[in-house]
């Protein structure tokens, strides 16, 4: 069932769902909200205030290892991959602007702003440059903004099951064919959570969108109140990412891509078998693509996991992360 089915059948059951009203759901949210994880603290980046999350060390002049999330994903998504972390460099994890634990912003949710709150917020969390960006999904986009915009702060990148830049030039016609309907208005998302419908019917609303493993999470800390407007406003802000990126390389700076090792379930998004074919098809090409971003790249298939790469296979994050270090000359102590 696509998101928007699962939500017009929300909508169906708003008035049994919602009882409790935002009153209920905000009591929910504060009392279910587990505590900051260990490394956690918030940087003013200017325009908003953000949450970060610093574990491990490295030599001076070690570059720093920064994950940044895919849409509607926050510093939470890479958890498995920072508990296992055993790499000889610290690294740090964030929720941009609106999501999760940090603020959000007064500045428009573009790549620029994005970049340029993520990069105050490092310097200013005691974690400077140079950096290896790891990225997932969108996250790949605003990591290869970053090294665009300041290519001397940038060794190297890691880009997990990232979103080509012409993703979505490419799959347009197949989608437009297919009758595919985008996302609800971020507005009635928004009125879902705040009166509580959006927790009372998770199963149906989330669908396999936010596996049920980490669901309690999604609500208590992701899903804040500034959450829908701000993925929102990024998705429609990436084409201007997307422009400044296109055709722009990394010389020989190390590169390592991790495209998922199984498709996406493009059934549930109500998209037939042939059309879900030819879009995993463009999306895996998309990856292999991205190798043409460096002299030095190499492209790891995570077995086994979908686009949630960072949730399903940390240790390929955790590899992938190994070699550019390794390919950097920064060796296991």
Do not use: C, K, N
Not at 228 to 236: D, I, L
């Amino acid at each position: 069932m696509s998101l928007r089915r699962r939500t017009a059948l929300g909508l169906a059951l708003l008035p049994f769902a919602a009882a409790g009203g935002a009153a209920g759901e905000e009591v929910a949210r504060r009392t279910g909200r587990p505590p900051a994880p260990a490394g956690s603290l918030r940087v003013d980046a200017g325009s908003a205030v953000l949450h970060l999350v610093r574990r491990g060390s490295g030599a001076p002049g070690t570059p720093t290892v920064v994950l940044e999330a895919g849409s509607g994903e926050t510093s939470a998504s890479f958890a498995r991959v920072l508990d296992g972390w055993d790499l000889p460099a610290a690294v740090v994890a964030t929720d941009r602007a609106g999501y999760g634990r940090s603020g959000p912003s007064s500045a428009p949710r573009t790549g620029e702003h994005v970049v340029t709150e993520l990069r105050t917020a490092l310097r200013r969390s005691g974690s400077p440059p140079p950096y290896v960006l790891a990225g997932h999904s969108m996250g790949g986009l605003f990591a290869r903004r970053f090294a665009v915009e300041h290519p001397g702060e940038v060794a190297g990148l890691v880009l997990l099951d990232a979103r080509p830049e012409d993703d979505a030039r490419r799959t347009a016609d197949l989608l437009r064919a297919a009758g595919f309907a985008e996302d609800p208005p971020w507005p009635l998302l928004a009125g879902l959570a705040r009166t509580g419908a959006l927790r009372t019917l998770a199963p149906v609303l989330l669908g396999p969108s936010v596996p049920a493993a980490d669901r309690a999470e999604f609500l208590d800390v992701t899903a804040g109140p500034a959450y829908f407007r701000t993925r929102a406003e990024e998705a429609a802000a990436i084409t201007a990412t997307e422009d400044l990126v296109r055709g722009r390389t990394l010389g020989d700076r190390p590169v390592a891509v991790v495209a998922r090792g199984r498709a996406q379930d493009y059934a549930a998004a109500g998209l037939d078998a042939a059309t879900g074919r030819a879009l995993e098809e463009l999306w895996q090409d998309g990856q292999r693509r991205m190798l043409r971003l460096s002299t030095r790249s190499r492209l790891t298939v995570a077995a086994g996991s979908g686009h949630l790469v960072p949730r399903e296979r940390p240790d390929a994050v955790r590899e992938a992360v190994r070699w550019v270090l390794t390919e950097l000359g920064v060796r296991r102590r």
